[in-house]
């Protein structure tokens, strides 16, 4: 697969300005014209394999140091926070904040650092990454690893291959060796007999206990976490270490995803689901089948082929529920739009999932930006009874560039040009798309204008330019 351009304005600026050179200096240097260094620092072009090797051997640059996390989680971010109502009247426009996050990057940080930790995360709409709120700080610590943790994806198709030797059935192998090696069986027990409870360890009679309500991929999945802790606890409490959360609470949301990461990699090894992938066109359902998980695991296991010399496609995901509530999302490779903010449009087809049991709803959107994504979206049911015998339902939603979607068996007969898209938004209070029918609210920060001699497809009506 071919990898995601590389755009790194920023980095370069600061590299050039720390080794106190000009942009014709360091152009020189680089056997580059000042003229297109002066487009790369603004992100106007993307960094080269060329122009990578020729930093590393005349700056002592690490590649990976140019791919750092743009400031205040880039532009999408940033303009949520400047959409405040509290600057409404500075008129900013969009071509104002990229220019900020290109020559100042270090004072954007800073602000958005200060807006979120005064916010709360709560006051500027769905702005991510508050400095206080630990399901958002460990978001930021997954998306910048782009949710790929290779060490512990080698360490999991190690055991996958190695348990594979002693039986084909891979729940019945994890079970074994809980048995044989860690002196723990596992027991599916009623659910009234451990009400509101998916999984135990009880140490005392030393099994892992199961609730009936768990499919045979959510069993396989439970054992597989259980293994995790048991024998990679060492590498996942580094991988945590290694974030400086200094708060409990992150760290063991942050271990508990880890955990999950490696339950899902053991069940789905690397290589072995890409090549079913590519080879099926990502056929959801086959992938389901051939690996005996979930949609959702899948999915999910989507968003983590990132390996270098070996990657996916850059799927990215989101789970919400019917009101539109947003409890999981992973921008992937792509950084994607839709993964980044807490509410989604009305018109985007993960909502009529709910309608539609187990079928996968296919859609070409475009979004403001004019970025065109082919997306994926199906109901998924939680296990077990909750409060007045409810069950839990969310929405998964899946997409990939239009570069990229092709390649996919959902793509066949669809028309991937942009009259086949349908144009959303990222949620009413920060779309500027002005003749939508949907709109149930105006955008932040935008004036609104009245005229009693007519009515548009929308009762608010505002200034765009």
């Given at each position: 697969?071919?990898?995601?351009?590389?755009?790194?304005?920023?980095?370069?600026?600061?590299?050039?300005?720390?080794?106190?050179?000009?942009?014709?200096?360091?152009?020189?240097?680089?056997?580059?014209?000042?003229?297109?260094?002066?487009?790369?620092?603004?992100?106007?072009?993307?960094?080269s394999a060329r122009l990578m090797?020729?930093?590393?051997?005349?700056?002592?640059?690490?590649?990976?140091?140019?791919?750092?996390?743009?400031?205040?989680?880039?532009?999408?971010?940033?303009?949520?926070?400047?959409?405040?109502?509290?600057?409404?009247?500075?008129?900013?426009?969009?071509?104002?904040?990229?220019?900020?996050?290109?020559?100042?990057?270090?004072?954007?940080?800073?602000?958005?650092?200060?807006?979120?930790?005064?916010?709360?995360?709560?006051?500027?709409?769905?702005v991510a990454g508050a400095v206080?709120?630990?399901?958002?700080?460990?978001?930021?610590?997954?998306?910048?690893?782009?949710?790929?943790?290779?060490?512990?994806?080698?360490?999991?198709?190690?055991?996958?291959?190695?348990?594979?030797?002693?039986?084909?059935?891979?729940?019945?192998?994890?079970?074994?060796?809980?048995?044989?090696?860690?002196?723990?069986?596992?027991?599916?027990?009623?659910?009234?007999?451990?009400?509101?409870?998916?999984?135990?360890?009880?140490?005392?009679?030393?099994?892992?206990?199961?609730?009936?309500?768990?499919?045979?991929?959510?069993?396989?999945?439970?054992?597989?976490?259980?293994?995790?802790?048991?024998?990679?606890?060492?590498?996942?409490?580094?991988?945590?270490?290694?974030?400086?959360?200094?708060?409990?609470?992150?760290?063991?949301?942050?271990?508990?995803?880890?955990?999950?990461?490696?339950?899902?990699?053991?069940?789905?090894?690397?290589?072995?689901?890409?090549?079913?992938?590519?080879?099926?066109?990502?056929?959801?359902?086959?992938?389901?089948?051939?690996?005996?998980?979930?949609?959702?695991?899948?999915?999910?296991?989507?968003?983590?082929?990132?390996?270098?010399?070996?990657?996916?496609?850059?799927?990215?995901?989101?789970?919400?529920?019917?009101?539109?509530?947003?409890?999981?999302?992973?921008?992937?490779?792509?950084?994607?739009?839709?993964?980044?903010?807490?509410?989604?449009?009305?018109?985007?087809?993960?909502?009529?999932?709910?309608?539609?049991?187990?079928?996968?709803?296919?859609?070409?959107?475009?979004?403001?930006?004019?970025?065109?994504?082919?997306?994926?979206?199906?109901?998924?049911?939680?296990?077990?009874?909750?409060?007045?015998?409810?069950?839990?339902?969310?929405?998964?939603?899946?997409?990939?560039?239009?570069?990229?979607?092709?390649?996919?068996?959902?793509?066949?007969?669809?028309?991937?040009?942009?009259?086949?898209?349908?144009?959303?938004?990222?949620?009413?209070?920060?779309?500027?798309?002005?003749?939508?029918?949907?709109?149930?609210?105006?955008?932040?920060?935008?004036?609104?204008?009245?005229?009693?001699?007519?009515?548009?497809?929308?009762?608010?009506?505002?200034?765009?330019?």
């Amino acid at each position: 697969m071919v990898d995601a351009s590389l755009h790194a304005g920023p980095a370069l600026r600061r590299l050039r300005r720390n080794a106190g050179l000009t942009q014709a200096a360091m152009a020189e240097r680089l056997d580059i014209s000042p003229s297109y260094l002066n487009l790369l620092e603004r992100n106007l072009r993307p960094v080269s394999a060329r122009l990578m090797l020729a930093l590393a051997e005349r700056f002592d640059v690490d590649p990976r140091d140019l791919t750092g996390d743009e400031p205040g989680g880039g532009l999408g971010p940033m303009r949520r926070r400047l959409a405040d109502p509290a600057f409404a009247d500075l008129g900013i426009e969009p071509g104002e904040i990229e220019d900020w996050l290109v020559s100042s990057p270090g004072t954007a940080a800073a602000f958005a650092r200060l807006f979120d930790r005064v916010q709360g995360g709560a006051g500027a709409g769905p702005v991510a990454g508050a400095v206080d709120d630990p399901v958002a700080r460990v978001r930021s610590e997954i998306e910048r690893w782009r949710n790929h943790f290779a060490d512990l994806d080698h360490a999991a198709e190690e055991l996958a291959d190695a348990l594979r030797l002693q039986s084909g059935d891979l729940y019945s192998a994890i079970a074994e060796r809980l048995r044989t090696k860690h002196q723990l069986a596992i027991r599916i027990l009623p659910e009234n007999v451990m009400p509101g409870r998916l999984r135990r360890l009880d140490l005392h009679a030393r099994q892992l206990q199961l609730s009936e309500m768990l499919d045979m991929a959510s069993r396989t999945f439970q054992a597989a976490y259980l293994l995790g802790q048991l024998e990679y606890r060492a590498d996942v409490n580094a991988l945590v270490a290694g974030a400086q959360f200094g708060d409990r609470t992150a760290e063991r949301l942050y271990q508990r995803h880890i955990f999950s990461y490696f339950a899902a990699a053991l069940m789905m090894p690397y290589g072995r689901f890409l090549r079913a992938c590519e080879q099926s066109g990502y056929d959801m359902l086959l992938l389901q089948r051939r690996f005996g998980a979930g949609f959702e695991h899948v999915a999910h296991r989507l968003t983590t082929l990132q390996r270098v010399g070996q990657r996916g496609l850059g799927f990215f995901m989101v789970r919400v529920d019917r009101a539109g509530q947003v409890s999981k999302r992973f921008g992937g490779a792509n950084r994607a739009p839709l993964a980044d903010t807490e509410v989604t449009c009305p018109l985007w087809h993960l909502h009529q999932a709910f309608s539609r049991p187990s079928q996968v709803q296919v859609q070409l959107v475009e979004l403001e930006d004019g970025s065109r994504w082919l997306t994926l979206a199906r109901s998924v049911q939680g296990a077990g009874y909750g409060a007045g015998g409810t069950t839990a339902e969310f929405a998964i939603g899946l997409g990939v560039g239009i570069d990229q979607a092709a390649t996919l068996c959902y793509a066949r007969g669809l028309d991937l040009s942009a009259a086949g898209a349908t144009r959303i938004g990222p949620g009413c209070a920060m779309c500027k798309r002005g003749d939508c029918p949907q709109r149930s609210k105006p955008p932040l920060g935008i004036r609104l204008k009245f005229d009693d001699r007519e009515r548009g497809v929308t009762p608010f009506d505002f200034v765009t330019d």
